[in-house]
Antibody, heavy 122, light 110 residues
Framework: QVQLVESGGGVVQPGRSLRLSCAAS????????MHWVRQAPGKGLEWVAI????????YYADSGKGRFTISRDSSNNTLYLQMNSLGVEDTAVYYC???????????????WGQGTTVTVSS | QTVVTQEPSFSVSPGGTVTLTCGLS?????????PSWYQQTPGQAPRTLIY???TRSSGVPDRFSGSILGNKAALTITGAQADDECDYYC??????????FGGGTKLTVL
């Protein structure tokens, strides 16, 4: 079945880096754009970044611009989020999600992972 | 900075109909905003209800429908059930590759 599984979360000190992964299965990964979305404790959902189906376009929310890098490896069906210079405000559950429409982004997301927790604390 | 607005909370009676809305702090929502809607219960990952304004995601009952009402996107739930009580989020595409979530609506069924 269609599945997304995030990993790589953990506890990290302020200023350090972390790389999240999202393993995709059950669908043709290279045909879909992919998103990262996060949710701070007790807060709402926040869109973080998107990468197009072929990796040629990447866009970021202001909160991560210049610090976060989204990438994908379609040979391994894996999405990544490299996060640098982490601050306490980056503490959240991070979800990966699939674009709802093949080859076209920004129409919404239709498949979600279960999330991985990132805690930034000294 | 673009802000996407949602009602913080809403109540509906069991069996009733409710319409949640999703707007922009400045400007109008159109089909080119590609509104989408998500349902989330505490501690769980979001579940997609609607994408591209009115397309229901796989397995979503037709009690849930999306539309544009005036200058906002709308999610209408008919025949409200107890397990519809949770948080609802919309997302709008605001251009330049950027999407923005609304602050969410906590729906109570009572």
């Amino acid at each position: 079945q269609v599945q997304l599984v995030e990993s790589g979360g953990g506890v990290v000190q302020p200023g350090r880096s972390l790389r999240l992964s999202c393993a995709a299965s059950g669908f043709t990964f290279r045909n879909f754009g992919m998103h990262w979305v996060r949710q701070a404790p007790g807060k709402g959902l926040e869109w973080v970044a998107i990468i197009s189906y072929d990796g040629s376009n990447k866009y970021y929310a202001d909160s991560g611009k210049g610090r976060f890098t989204i990438s994908r490896d379609s040979s391994n069906n894996t999405l990544y989020l490299q996060m640098n210079s982490l601050g306490v405000e980056d503490t959240a559950v991070y979800y990966c999600a699939r674009d709802a429409v093949t080859y076209l982004s920004h129409y919404g997301m239709d498949v979600w992972g279960q999330g991985t927790t990132v805690t930034v604390s000294s | 900075q673009t802000v996407v607005t949602q009602e913080p909370s809403f109540s509906v009676s069991p069996g009733g109909t409710v319409t949640l809305t999703c707007g922009l702090s400045s400007g109008s929502v159109s089909t080119y905003s590609y509104p989408s809607w998500y349902q989330q219960t505490p501690g769980q990952a979001p579940r997609t209800l609607i994408y591209n304004t009115k397309t229901r995601s796989s397995g979503v009952p037709d009690r849930f429908s999306g539309s544009i009402l005036g200058n906002k996107a709308a999610l209408t739930i008919t025949g409200a059930q107890a397990d519809d009580e949770c948080d609802y989020y919309c997302v709008l595409y605001v251009g330049s590759g950027i999407s923005v979530f609304g602050g969410g609506t906590k729906l109570t069924v009572l």
